[in-house]
């Protein structure tokens, strides 16, 4: 089994900073992709940041230059800096991770619970 963990949620004023935290845990032989997503109340999830296992990165455009993902592949871990946040930022945010368990043959997508994020004054 496999589980990914947010943390690092909460709430923020506005032009504020939060770091989001998901670390990957179980019989994880190696992971692929790992990305950030985030939805609200009535409304599709949405993408806002991937980033593969070699560090290339992906942003959607609401967020560049202000959001920033990175990994760490020795803890199973990404990250999502959030800086100069605005109350549209507001939603839970997911963690995603394409990982091949041990003893697979096949790759599969996993989900975090989501960590709430609240930018209000």
């Known amino acids: 089994q496999v589980q990914l963990v947010e943390s690092g949620g909460g709430l923020v004023q506005p032009g504020g900073s939060l770091r989001l935290s998901c670390a990957a845990s179980?019989?994880?032989?190696?992971?692929?992709?790992m990305g950030w997503y985030r939805q609200t109340p009535g409304k599709q999830r949405e993408l806002v940041a991937t980033i593969t296992s070699g560090g290339s990165t992906n942003y959607a455009d609401s967020v560049k230059g202000r959001f920033t993902i990175s990994r760490d592949n020795a803890k199973n871990t990404v990250y999502l800096q959030m800086n100069s946040l605005k109350p549209e930022d507001t939603a839970v945010y997911y963690c995603?991770?394409?990982?091949?368990?041990?003893?697979?043959?096949?790759?599969?997508?996993?989900w975090g619970q989501g960590t709430q994020v609240t930018v209000s004054s």
């Open positions: 179980g019989s994880i032989f190696s992971i692929h992709a």
């Open positions: 995603n991770a394409h990982i091949l368990t041990a003893g697979s043959l096949t790759s599969m997508w996993y």
